[in-house]
């Protein structure tokens, strides 16, 4: 089922007013477009509201100025942050990836079936070997090797390749720290995955953590990248029933189920625009 | 947190017409009220649509007449059914009951603790000894014996003590099939607990069948009641990892756990109006 | 189905050498045992060695001396560490609770039901209206108020009440740290129900934490209680999916579902002599 | 973390009798091995014990015939059915796929990275597609076209290229019945992978029955292949929750993950030895 042509998502969170629903949909109405699902969230901390919208527009594709002009009014009037995006036009997206290539062929996998709106221009990696990951997807490998030494260098290698030209980065298990910097120049949304359920076992080695604690369960967790390690807002997450019986090696291998099993929720996600940052927290409508 | 005196629940199914959100949400805003939840969706195959919509309103309690009149005309443009609930008022629910307190007790309890927004004017059983378990709830209980002689003598008490008297009737674990007859007379929704993943395992003793079977996941299904016994409207279901290890018995012990859970996720959707039935599958909002 | 009278458990650990489980069988067979289940587990970290047998003996109930004399001789050359118990003979078993009912009513229940292998001589509470959980169920209760100043003396009067008449001690909710000095003078295991996935959110107001660090999972986790706050063996932990749309209070809610199963799968483990304690860690056997 | 030459799985059933476990462990310490995990089930309804046992002999590569001559007499007295295999022997597997590359590309990638302790000389396929598959993992592929006129044909060719040199065949989505002809030359286990929770949905188009049905839960069951279709004795199973948001081909997306994932544990298993049939069920050993 390849998405409609006319499909658009429309993203919104703005302060909790009366009349934001009936202004948005009365404007799309209006404007002869039909919604096809809907969801909204109202945060009580502070009183603010998110909505999904996705609907369809016959000449959506030659009409998204207009659309973003026509909608601007309204959002103005209710001081709205807000994003609008044709949904069949893919993101362009990359991979960075280390020495673990679980969390990239899972994604490479389902980009190569359709089920990811995206594209894939190429991965960027560490290590060498894994252009042989990529060769069978058709997909370029850069090869960028970092060091402590070479961090600085090696990142603005990464900004030369993917500065205006991507629209999401997804660290596949890439196990480097990017810097601050590197965040701020980019100036895009960067997923990344940690293989523990954050906040437990932050930091190095998590799986050894997680068995000298002797939990019962190991998880995952998919997280936008901030500058702060460990703490960015949480997208997905889910857990692997463990025991006894299961020594480290044995939690790393169940774990890269997980690992790749959350990556992917999260990315999907993020691409279908279902995703909203609230400080620290995300709003994730199904 | 108490439900709101000032909070309604709307619930809607129409064919899938461009313009229904916008005439709902317009004329809520109109009225002054203020939407806290809205959450659609349309089934591809008979392009119908469902909406539930949750919004505050001042002076609820007194203006539902009000409010349903001020509805009609745009229930009658896209040729709605529909529903209007006041929130805060508990809908009238009574348990059937049999030998097996597991479903009666999950159901009590909650209510006790103030989780169900419902009323529980008494019990019905046709043991005995369920009496025991009502009393330190402070709930009457009704005990009408059945035998397949007695049957429609019995039915005939269970009206006289519902009609007119009830918004929702839940077998926790009742063990009859009702009638055809009683279930039109009676005129509210019905919901059962079934202790397998329907459909498989229709019928008697599914805990054996499913020992026989060799299955490695045992069931629970919540489902409006109809006619076609077991055929009913799925609500909600669950299941529990079990093995060879099992014997019937672990697998009826184990099997109690995912039958409350179930029941009570499924009352617990109905009571918050969640659930529109379509055909023989239901809508759930979350 | 009763336990029968003849099935007795047999726990050990020792360190890893060939021939054990050989000398074990061998020894029970000659005394006319019939082994009915058998589970070991060695941990390759230090070499240890775990195992569990259940067993069938005629006259088992009148020859529980003889046989741990018998024992004895095998236990010493292996170095174990050993415990025999007679499986149809109850634990007993004291619950410790606050102003949560949900844990101790699973309990409560399950023990009515026959679920548990315990005697439930009384209930003790820092609060009078925990008196109306254990009424229904024909259970004495002790009320022992405790504050900071009282602390001391609170917990002569627990001594007093336990010493030598419990064989586990189970903190259904209790919300009062039990200190060094009681767990060493009470001498018998402690199981505590918190109500977080540890070591994640270690400390009050769990599920207020969950909910600032925006986790799509919450959790509970059942341990033997140890002088270090939330760091004693793990019996169990399980965890409920959750979302943007819960509040503190739903994750309050859900949670307790969470806990009471927790909780209850911990005590029933522990009372069937399924858990041997290695250090920090636990050894589970099915 | 490679499986030592050493290591050795025995597997046995037999009527259950006072002994089995003293007799066997004694004869494995009388030849020197140290038995590093054992499990045991009594089947009550007919008496039947089941038994895993995994132990290291040093000299094992070269003993297995000495081995097996020793236990023989054991095997004898008490009417085992029994298999002793060479842990680091790698099984020969054979993948038969049509045109879904899920179940196929998970099975490969488990191998690649070690995961499973098998060979796989080649993977048969009734479209030429599937080469496309197997060609970046170096494996051959036998393209064997199928239809209803060809099927005889078909499966004799099938027969030349598995007979005597083949010790597992996995239907990962072969999407034909295989004849019990085929079955009964072939000789050596067969798994497949139904993309329905076993007994539910039998037959064709399951996630097309499940959404007709409502179910709340999607599931996938793998199973040994007997000539009653979909009737087999059943290894793993799993499900994924859904809801009326999903169209049938949401449920086939999301259940390929549950297939994939389910087949996978199921061959894990199988290639463990872990798994024992018993009637139309298994013993399967943690």
Not at 62 to 82: H, I, N, S, T, Y
Not at 180 to 204: M, Q, R, T, W
């Amino acid at each position: 089922m390849p998405t409609p042509e006319t499909r658009a998502h429309l993203l919104i969170s703005c302060p909790d007013r009366t009349g934001v629903v009936a202004a948005v949909t009365q404007l799309l109405w209006a404007l002869g477009a039909n919604i096809v699902d809907s969801q909204q969230h109202t945060e009580a901390e502070d009183a603010r509201f998110f909505m999904r919208l996705a609907f369809d527009l016959e000449g959506l594709a030659d009409g998204m100025d207009a659309l973003r002009q026509a909608f601007e009014p309204v959002a103005q009037r209710f001081e709205m942050r807000w994003q609008l995006t044709q949904a069949a036009r893919p993101k362009r997206m990359v991979l960075f990836v280390s020495k673990q290539d679980h969390c990239a062929t899972e994604l490479l996998w389902l980009w190569k079936r359709g089920e990811l709106q995206a594209e894939l221009p190429f991965v960027i990696g560490n290590h060498p070997e894994a252009a042989d990951w990529t060769r069978p997807y058709g997909i370029d490998f850069h090869h960028v090797p970092i060091t402590p030494d070479t961090k600085p260098a090696a990142e603005a290698r990464h900004l030369e390749l993917l500065q205006g030209k991507v629209d999401l980065v997804v660290l596949a298990r890439y196990m480097q720290i990017v810097s601050a910097d590197f965040l701020e120049a980019l100036a895009v949304p960067v997923i990344n995955i940690h293989h523990s359920f954050l906040p437990a076992f932050i930091g190095a080695n998590p799986y050894a953590q997680a068995r000298r604690r002797g939990v019962k369960l190991i998880g995952a967790t998919a997280h936008y990248v901030t500058p702060e390690l460990d703490a960015g807002p949480i997208i997905e997450q889910d857990v692997h029933r463990v025991g006894h019986r299961h020594e480290v090696e044995d939690l790393v291998r169940l774990g890269r189920q997980v690992e790749r099993t959350v990556l992917a929720r999260a990315v999907v996600s993020h691409l279908e625009d279902r995703v909203l940052v609230h400080g620290n927290r995300t709003v994730v409508f199904d």
